[in-house]
Structures are given as structure tokens and as C-alpha cells.
């Protein structure tokens, strides 16, 4: 999670995998509830719940 600008430059480079949740800026509390989100319905879709139907 980076700042307000986003990771700089060097950061992204040595990165091995860059993860974007969106274009917007987010807080990183609510960074972490997106997040959060996204897994558990990844995690729904694997195990085919009513969830995503």
C-alpha cells in the first residue's frame, strides 16, 4: 500500500507482483476493506457459493 501519490518508481521496479485495486486513491484502512472483499469473493467463486449466482 502506498502513499497519497502511489509507490515510487524504484519500489515498482523491484517489486515482483503489483497488485491494483483501482485507479482511484483510497485511504489505507478502506484499502484494506477492498481488499479484504475481493478475497472472500474469490474465495466464494472457488467454492461455487450462492453468493455469485
Known amino acids: 500500500i502506498g502513499g497519497a501519490c502511489g509507490l515510487t518508481e524504484p519500489m515498482k521496479?523491484?517489486?515482483t507482483a503489483l497488485i491494483?485495486?483501482?485507479p482511484l486513491t483510497f485511504t489505507h484502512q478502506l484499502t484494506r476493506v477492498?481488499?479484504?472483499?475481493?478475497?472472500?469473493?474469490?474465495?466464494?467463486?472457488r467454492?461455487?457459493?450462492p453468493y455469485h449466482r
Open 13 to 15: 521496479k523491484k517489486a
Open 20 to 22: 491494483s485495486l483501482s
Open 34 to 45: 477492498i481488499l479484504l472483499e475481493q478475497i472472500y469473493r474469490a474465495l466464494e467463486i
Open 47 to 49: 467454492r461455487d457459493s
